[in-house]
């Protein structure tokens, strides 16, 4: 259980909620032991009728009707408290589950973007939904069916040892048999639960890609493939889950055979005592129906460590994203700033992937209100440098300057706070269009998300739709064509009236017309906006003050367009060309 040891906050902080539901749960196992002795009375008292000639009949009637009387109100008094219990320490499971979940789903939020590189979105799915769902059972019923055996064991044991010691020794003579087994089917139960839930993560990644690509999946006409792989997956899973059942299997009739051998040595030397005059007859039957009570407890015991087990598993999981540390976070004493200029000092770049350098000493300087072409070939460094402005990552080497000020020592959230971004492939949430621009600003008005999708060039596409801005969109924008999600991503950006504006190669699905009206829009209402545009067309970069191209991770060429157009270089190919 040393994975389980980090929700031991969870347990202090729900701790008077637990000892309540400790305090009801000892109280209705109180109440529940009263039946037996009674009933063991009862017996007793007839079975002193029946063999005293002078016993009398009316007082042994008045005896077991009090008996009966005491026996109804103690089964309603231990009904009442287990409700209560319940109430108690199964609420406090789903309570636990939900900070739990809140915890994850922060956590995610934390880390850098290189963690979502590195790992697929059905995995962290599932352990946020599965795993959790899993640690929650040993919060609720696993802890619940723990502290309701304990507490009954000790009850009945501690008044069989005062009624019969020798018996009572006889009876649980079977429980280090079953301690030995528990321990045994544990071991394996928490090995095969591990591996199910590898497999859970491997199914769910997989579904979860196959959706998301649906669309290219039926254009290929691979949907028999698909299917044979996510066959083997599930056939896979299904052998796991199977080995896992067969451990488990072993649990409940494993404990019923123990109960019965108890019951066996019960009746076989309570009887001989019996016979003997030993012990009354109540008191046999009292021992019988004290061992049958400990049936369902002893059986959960079984269940219980299969749960915690699984518990086990599923938290090791999870604990493995909770002990990440996210590489990008803010400085403990933030710098604050007060101009955009936007600056790259020696910066050099290589993924963690240890691939050849993305950046190679990348010098500029940008001031603050004005705007800066970026072309390239594909794979020159382009959205690398957007990314290492808005933080996304950080340099391998070198100094990235905002204002004046590196980015390393901003307010991570300040610093995004002032960065309007629209990404080279736009994401569009399943929502109305008018809550997807909202999405950059959720104080807008609807004139001011008007004005946004007009700049954006996108606003007649959305007047078109019979719902307008109440349109819904399918997951990720299918609905829309790739034009129309850039100008959404555009009004998104605008919307949020940054410092600086970063638009990575977000006009390539426009044509030059709206091109040109975006890019006329942009020049009227960014006049105190940094701006940085990545682009393959000329037209996109003539009017910006300053021109880089990138060539392999380098600066090829910085200037103007009328200077650079007059250079022998990529840019005046490029310009030859689209003419």
Request: hydrophobic share 45%.
């Amino acid at each position: 259980m040393r994975s389980l040891q980090y929700l031991n906050k969870y347990l202090y902080k729900y701790r008077i909620r637990l000892v309540l539901g400790m305090f009801f749960t000892i109280a209705a196992k109180v109440f529940a032991v009263v039946a037996p002795s009674l009933v063991g009375d009862s017996i007793t008292q007839i079975n002193q009728y029946l063999t005293d000639p002078s016993a009398d009949l009316e007082n042994t009637k008045q005896i077991l009707i009090k008996n009966i009387g005491f026996i109804i109100g103690a089964a309603i008094l231990a009904g009442g408290f287990t409700f209560i219990m319940r109430q108690t320490i199964i609420n406090v499971s789903r309570f636990i589950e939900f900070d739990l979940k809140n915890e994850i789903y922060q956590h995610y939020q934390k880390l850098s973007l290189g963690f979502y590189k590195n790992n697929r979105t059905g995995d962290l799915m599932n352990r946020i939904s599965e795993d959790v769902s899993k640690v929650r059972m040993y919060f609720g019923p696993a802890l619940m069916y723990s502290i309701n055996t304990i507490s009954l064991f000790i009850i009945v044991i501690s008044y069989m040892v005062s009624v019969a010691p020798m018996l009572t020794l006889y009876a649980l003579a079977p429980l280090p048999l079953l301690s030995l087994a528990i321990y045994q089917l544990s071991r394996s139960i928490h090995k095969r639960s591990t591996i199910v839930q590898e497999y859970l993560s491997k199914l769910s990644a997989f579904a979860q890609e196959m959706f998301s690509g649906i669309g290219v999946i039926k254009a290929t006409a691979i949907e028999s493939t698909v299917n044979e792989q996510m066959g083997t997956l599930a056939e896979g899973s299904m052998s796991k889950n199977m080995s896992l059942v067969h451990v488990q299997a072993w649990f409940f009739p494993l404990m019923i055979l123990l109960i019965g051998l108890s019951n066996v040595l019960v009746i076989f030397i309570g009887g001989k005592q019996f016979i003997n005059g030993e012990i009354d007859l109540g008191t046999l039957a009292e021992f019988i129906i004290y061992i049958n009570m400990l049936t369902w407890p002893v059986a959960t015991v079984g269940w219980v460590t299969s749960i915690i087990q699984q518990a086990e598993a599923s938290q090791k999981r999870i604990n493995e994203f909770l002990g990440q540390e996210p590489e990008i976070v803010s400085p403990k004493k933030a710098l604050p700033t007060h101009s955009f200029s936007i600056e790259f000092q020696d910066v050099c770049f290589t993924y963690g992937d240890g691939r050849e350098e993305a950046l190679k000493n990348i010098n500029f300087r940008l001031e603050s209100g004005k705007t800066l072409a970026v072309l390239g070939r594909t794979g020159g460094g382009k959205t690398t440098m957007i990314n290492l402005i808005t933080r996304m990552f950080d340099p391998s080497s070198g100094i990235v300057r905002v204002g004046g000020v590196d980015v390393k020592k901003l307010d991570l959230s300040a610093l995004r706070g002032y960065i309007g971004c629209v990404p080279q492939e736009a994401f569009l949430f399943s929502d109305t269009l008018e809550n997807n621009i909202k999405f950059g600003n959720a104080e807008a008005t609807q004139s001011e998300i008007e004005e946004a999708a007009k700049n954006a060039a996108v606003h007649d596409s959305i007047m078109d739709f019979s719902m307008g801005y109440q349109t819904r969109v399918g997951e990720r924008g299918v609905s829309l064509s790739g034009g129309q999600k850039q100008r959404m991503s555009i009004a998104r950006a605008l919307i949020k009236k940054p410092k600086i504006l970063l638009l990575d190669d977000s006009l390539s699905a426009v044509d030059t017309q709206t091109e040109e009206l975006i890019l006329n829009n942009l020049e009227n209402i960014t006049n105190d906006i940094t701006m940085i545009v990545v682009c393959h067309r000329i037209s996109s970069a003539k009017n910006a003050d300053y021109i880089l191209v990138l060539n392999e991770g380098k600066v090829d060429q910085f200037g103007t367009h009328k200077t650079l157009i007059k250079e022998p270089g990529h840019y005046a190919d490029l310009h030859q060309k689209q003419l």
